[in-house]
């Protein structure tokens, strides 16, 4: 099983039967009028049509996809106030009180999530349970760490936050830790179906097989779809992770990476329930969820992050994240799951919620999770809905796209001389020299003369030809050996192995060439060599 986009399953997607199919409604089929038009069908985008809804608006929500099968469906669900980047960090890039606006916002959405799962009756696993950051390194050194956040916590107004002796459990010594109490977790898909359905009984329509072509704001917006028809609305809100009506300027606020998941059964009640993360840089990330048998859990262990399209190199990632799981809970067994998912990370830390930049005519957009998806994806609703319907809102000014952070300018040009960089590609030799090298069901790309081809050989030894370089800003993709994905290192476009995009800020397909013909000797499996791929920057 897998979504639109990539090849892995989460363990959400195979515990909710018959998914995709049930997260499937019907296409868009004929020009429509509406308030406001929501372009994506994740946590921001289902979030924002709800409330929208129950304050009255007329809502239509489009996605190319099912609910949920963008990157809602690869997260783990982690619903913390304590943020990726240190509460101590924030101050620095936001002052004290954008920190306190931090926690608060984020104190917020796990309430409202609650909220909307108790009013809506969605059986979607909602727990209350402790966080614990732990550390990663030296202990002797990095407790000054722990020492910082503790008084930035407490400063930003999470006064029950504690330096404990330890996480606990009894089989592996963590040593000093920080103690979240009242932090989450939810099962992502449940949540996100209930949201769909408590939209479409509030009056919303969502439209799924249908793909946002061209955006146009005025007054009123319409937005295009491949299908034919159009919506006219007086709001548009782009909630499709980053960005797809936006071509450069949010797109060099944030830097698009791919982190790993693997999910290993545990014997029911062996480990306490509770959100873990350490300090390491990338970090680990830890929680428990309901297996399919009454004597199991899932561990659920993530992290190993790079940068997308950036490396090739996901098997080993898996089996580091392995290693280090079994290391520190050691009733560990079988390996059930593992996948990937999107993560943007913007340069202060922050989601990028408000008008889009440069265009106050009725755009809106939701971005910049920094890893922390589901409660920024429901501050994403709870403001853009105030927002569009004119009330204040006291996080404007913190999440707001335009904001240009001069202590963030270290963080922006190091960022820029990493995107520039990939445009190298385009006079490097290709991944292989011959079509006859890829084996099946891999792709690769391949130099001729002063192009440059994205072939994908499917399981039947078809090849699949099109052009390298990603539709947006003209980077060159790299093969996905694992999601079997087209992945921009540049500004973190996807595309699945037949050229299609599954994710943005490209809102085209690659470009595909005339049908290539067969090998004599094709290869006769996916073992009978492994495709070379660019080494890890």
């Known amino acids: 099983m897998h979504t639109d986009s990539g090849n892995t399953t989460s363990c959400w997607m195979d515990t909710i039967a018959d998914y995709p199919g049930i997260a499937q409604f019907p296409p868009l089929s004929s020009n429509e009028d509406t308030d406001v038009c929501v372009i994506g069908a994740g946590i921001a985008g289902l979030t924002t ?44 890039l936001h002052g004290a009180h954008g920190a306190q606006l931090a926690a608060e916002s984020h104190a917020a959405a796990i309430d409202m999530i609650q909220s909307i799962a108790m009013k809506e009756n969605i059986d979607c696993d909602f727990t209350r349970l402790d966080g614990y950051l732990f550390l990663a390194g030296d202990r002797s050194v990095d407790i000054d760490i722990l020492q910082r956040e503790l008084a930035a916590a407490h400063r930003a107004g999470l006064l029950d936050v504690t330096l404990e002796t330890g996480v606990p459990v009894h089989f ?18 449940k949540y996100l179906l209930g949201l769909a359905r408590s939209i479409v009984a509030g009056g919303g329509t969502i439209h799924t097989g249908t793909h946002a072509t061209n955006i146009k704001s005025g007054t009123p917006g319409q937005v295009t779809t491949d299908l034919g028809p159009v919506i006219t609305c007086r709001s548009i809100v782009v909630a499709t992770n980053t960005p797809v009506n936006d071509l450069l300027v949010i797109h060099t606020k944030q830097t698009a990476y791919r982190s790993y998941v693997i ?4 014997p029911r009640g062996s480990i306490p329930k509770a959100l873990y993360w350490d300090t390491l840089d990338p970090y680990h990330y830890v929680r428990l969820a309901e297996a399919n048998d009454e004597a199991s859990e899932l561990l659920i262990v993530g992290g190993e992050d790079h940068k997308t399209g950036q490396a090739d190199d996901a098997e080993m990632r898996f089996a580091n994240l392995e290693e280090w799981a079994r290391a520190r809970f050691p009733m560990a067994r079988e390996l059930a799951f593992r996948w990937s998912g999107q993560v943007m990370e913007p340069l ?23 890893g922390n998806g589901m409660t920024h994806g429901t501050i994403a609703g709870m403001l853009l809905t105030d927002l569009i319907t004119g009330k204040p809102n006291p996080w404007t000014t913190l999440y707001n796209p335009n904001r240009v952070s001069l202590r963030s300018v270290k963080e922006y040009t190091q960022e820029m001389l990493n995107m520039a960089a990939q445009y190298g590609d385009w006079v490097t030799e290709g991944d292989v020299e011959s079509e006859n090298e890829i084996p099946l069901a ?36 790299a093969w996905n050996s694992v999601e079997k994905t087209w992945d921009c290192p540049v500004h973190g476009s996807r595309f699945d192995c037949y050229g299609k995009v599954v994710n943005g800020p490209s809102i085209s397909n690659m470009t595909p060439v005339v049908e290539m013909t067969l090998p004599s000797h094709p290869p006769t499996s996916t073992s009978s060599r492994e495709t070379s791929v660019r080494p890890p920057r």
Request: overall charge negative; hydrophobic content about 35%; charged content about 20%.
């Open 263 to 266: 999910a290993l059964r545990v």
């Open 49 to 92: 049509a709800y409330l929208l809804t129950r304050a009255g608006q007329r809502v239509i929500v489009l996605d190319d996809g099912p609910v949920g099968g963008g990157e809602s469906a690869h997260t783990t669900a982690h619903l913390v106030t304590a943020l990726d980047d240190r509460f101590f960090e924030l101050e620095r």
């Open 442 to 477: 891999s792709g690769a790309i391949i130099r001729h003369g002063m192009q440059k081809y994205a072939v994908y050989r499917d399981e039947s030894g078809a090849l699949h030809q099109c052009k390298a370089e990603c539709p947006h800003l003209g980077g060159i993709v």
């Open 172 to 189: 592996f010594n963590s040593g000093p830790c920080l103690r979240f109490p009242q932090q989450g977790q939810i099962h992502p898909l």
């Open 348 to 370: 202060d830390g922050l989601a990028y919620i408000g008008a889009n930049p440069l265009d106050k005519s009725g755009i809106y957009i939701a971005t910049g999770d920094s």
